[in-house]
Nanobody, 127 residues
Framework: QVQLVESGGGLVQAGGSLRLSCAAS???????MAWFRQPPGKEREFVATTTHFNINTRYADSVKGRFTISRDNAKDTLYLQMNSLKPEDTAVYYCAASATNRGARALVTNRGAYEYWGQGTQVTVSA
């Protein structure tokens, strides 16, 4: 089993920055991790993912150039640095993890591929 705990959300003005963290614990080895978000009244959507050793990353088009994902394997923690935030970034942000090995260079963006989810952290960006 894997437990994921997100932190770092909050209220910020447009143009501001936030850094989300996701601490992972448990005895199961995690191969893939990602961030998703669920805006009000919408479905959960992919935001960003990285390979185990941060070799490759992939971002949703809506956040490219503004968000940066990174993974500290020594601390079992996933981060999402969010800059130049916009009101449309308002959402509950979720950390996701998978214990299924899809290859060291695989960038897993499919929501259904992740077995473990955090409880979510609210990010609200005011205009």
């Amino acid at each position: 089993q894997v437990q994921l705990v997100e932190s770092g959300g909050g209220l910020v003005q447009a143009g501001g920055s936030l850094r989300l963290s996701c601490a992972a614990s448990g005895r199961t080895f995690i191969y893939h991790m990602a961030w998703f978000r669920q805006p009000p009244g919408k479905e959960r959507e992919f935001v960003a993912t990285t390979t185990h050793f941060n070799i490759n990353t992939r971002y949703a088009d809506s956040v490219k150039g503004r968000f940066t994902i990174s993974r500290d394997n020594a601390k079992d923690t996933l981060y999402l640095q969010m800059n130049s935030l916009k009101p449309e970034d308002t959402a509950v942000y979720y950390c996701a993890a998978s214990a299924t090995n899809r290859g060291a260079r695989a960038l897993v963006t499919n929501r259904g591929a992740y077995e473990y989810w955090g409880q979510g952290t609210q990010v609200t960006v005011s205009a």
